[in-house]
Nanobody
Framework: QVQLVESGGGLVQAGESLRLSCAASRTFVNTFIDWYRQAPGKQRGLVAGVTSGGSTYYADSVKGRFTISRDNAKTTVYLQMDSLKPEDTAVYYC?????????WGQGTQVTVSS
């Protein structure tokens, strides 16, 4: 089982930055970590992810603005979000794919004002 705790959300103005953190209860061996987001009235969608080998991937809408990184010693994954836009407003969720199962955190709200 994997427990995930997100933090770092908040209210910022367009063009500003935020860094989200996802603290996991186990190491990242054989584990993919993804960040998703869900805006009101919309489906949850993939934002970025990192494989167990350290490869990263991004949704087209955030490429060049968001960076996902991983601290293996702290079992924490970060999502650095720069040049934020109002359309980035959403609840951001961290998920872990491990041993055929997907685990979710509770989410953290990000609000970007124009």
């Amino acid at each position: 089982q994997v427990q995930l705790v997100e933090s770092g959300g908040g209210l910022v103005q367009a063009g500003e930055s935020l860094r989200l953190s996802c603290a996991a209860s186990r190491t990242f061996v054989n584990t993919f970590i993804d960040w998703y987001r869900q805006a009101p009235g919309k489906q949850r969608g993939l934002v970025a992810g990192v494989t167990s080998g350290g490869s990263t991937y991004y949704a087209d809408s955030v490429k060049g603005r968001f960076t996902i990184s991983r601290d293996n010693a702290k079992t924490t994954v970060y999502l650095q979000m720069d040049s934020l836009k109002p359309e980035d407003t959403a609840v951001y969720y961290c998920s872990a794919r491990y041993a055929g199962r997907t685990y979710w955190g509770q989410g953290t709200q990000v609000t970007v004002s124009s």
